[in-house]
Nanobody, 123 residues
């Protein structure tokens, strides 16, 4: 069983930055693909970004939704079992509940989810 706990959300103004964290339990965090998703009020949950396990040395493969590319940065600290999302140049349309998720089988099936953290960006 893996437990994911997000933190770092809050109310900010457009143009500000926030860093979200996701603390994971379990000893195999290093082997999971991890991702961030978000859900705005009245909308479906959307993919934001993902990061693979380490591939050869210190290489991770990162992927971003077009809507956040160039503004958000996903990273992980395997020693701390923690996933991060650095969000810069925030826009009102980034307002959502942000969830972290874990894909233990590396098959795009995000089996484990956190409870979410609210991010609100005012204009």
């Amino acid at each position: 069983q893996v437990q994911l706990v997000e933190s770092g959300g809050g109310l900010v103004q457009a143009g500000d930055s926030l860093r979200l964290s996701c603390a994971a339990s379990g000893r195999t965090f290093d082997n999971y693909r991890m991702a961030w998703f978000r859900q705005a009020p009245g909308k479906e949950r959307d993919y934001v970004a993902s990061i693979t396990p380490r591939r050869g040395g210190s290489t991770y493969y990162l992927d971003y939704a077009d809507s956040v590319k160039g503004r958000f940065i996903i990273s992980r600290d395997n020693a701390k079992n923690t996933l991060y999302l650095q969000m810069n140049s925030l826009k009102p349309e980034d307002t959502a509940v942000y969830y972290c998720a874990a894909d233990p089988q590396l098959d795009d099936d995000y089996y484990y989810w956190g409870q979410g953290t609210q991010v609100t960006v005012s204009s």
